[in-house]
Nanobody
Framework: QVQLVESGGGLVQPGGSLRLSCTGS????????MHWFRQAPGKQRELVAR???????NSVETMEGRFIMSRDNAKNSVYLQMNNLKPEDTAVYYC???????????WGQGTQVTVSS
């Protein structure tokens, strides 16, 4: 069974950092376009970061340089390093894998990130 398992969410003060992890089964991460999405209460799910299977780089900055998405194919994992967190970053964060051949989406269970003093 194909799975994505996320970890690393929690409560952090404004200006703090968190690192989210997402591990896939059966080599899924290595062959897929990988994404981090987030959904805040009452809002639509939005794309936070993306690394495709064809990207030569193993990391990308997003959110005005505050977030860094990276992948480690050997560990079947992607990560989202979030720095200088703001209250508006509060959301459930989801890992997504898009299989480019079968064109199937796989989702993690979501992990809550709360930024509050």
């Amino acid at each position: 069974q194909v799975q994505l398992v996320e970890s690393g969410g929690g409560l952090v003060q404004p200006g703090g950092s968190l690192r989210l992890s997402c591990t896939g089964s059966a080599g899924l991460v290595r062959i897929s376009d990988m994404h981090w999405f987030r959904q805040a209460p009452g809002k639509q799910r939005e794309l936070v970061a993306r690394l495709t299977a064809r990207d030569s780089a193993n990391s990308v900055e997003t959110m005005e340089g505050r977030f860094i998405m990276s992948r480690d194919n050997a560990k079947n994992s992607v990560y989202l390093q979030m720095n200088n967190l703001k209250p508006e970053d509060t959301a459930v964060y989801y890992c997504n894998a898009f299989h480019p051949i079968f064109r199937l989406d796989y989702w993690g269970q979501g992990t809550q990130v709360t930024v509050s003093s």
